[in-house]
């Protein structure tokens, strides 16, 4: 079965953590690996199939250098924008985002989509 999920993972000085995410690791429950963003403390992953289970786990139990500096937006292929998830308490919680609002769905992965209600009549900015 074949689905789109692109991920970005922001994070000041991250480069020593996310360095072994930038490598082929088969212990890891999710598979492919992060490419970094030139000139930013950013990198980027493409996954093709619903192969990444854990990944949101995975990263959020790193040691982080500055921890509320990390963002992860994510996009699923049914996803009409990507979601920010942000560290709090140690643990990675998405951040709602104006004019979003997310609906079940049994077959995405997080078990729901993320759409734009923008026509419903909320606020241009």
Known sequence: ???????IVIAFGGG??????????????????????PGMDAWAIDFWRPNWT???R?????TWPFPHSVQILLRDQDDECFGLWML????????????TVRHENDVAPLGSILVRTDG??????
Do not use: N, Y
Request: aromatic share 4%; hydrophobic share 30%; with cysteine.
């Open 1 to 7: 079965m074949s689905r789109d999920c692109e991920v």
């Open 16 to 37: 020593e953590v996310m360095e072994p995410l930038t490598r082929d690791d088969d212990r890891r429950e999710w598979h492919q690996r992060f490419e970094p963003i």
């Open 54 to 56: 854990g990944l949101l």
């Open 58 to 62: 995975h990263l959020e139990q790193l």
């Open 88 to 99: 709090h308490d140690g643990s990675l919680k998405e951040v709602p985002l104006p004019c």
């Open 120 to 125: 419903e009549g909320c606020p241009a900015d």
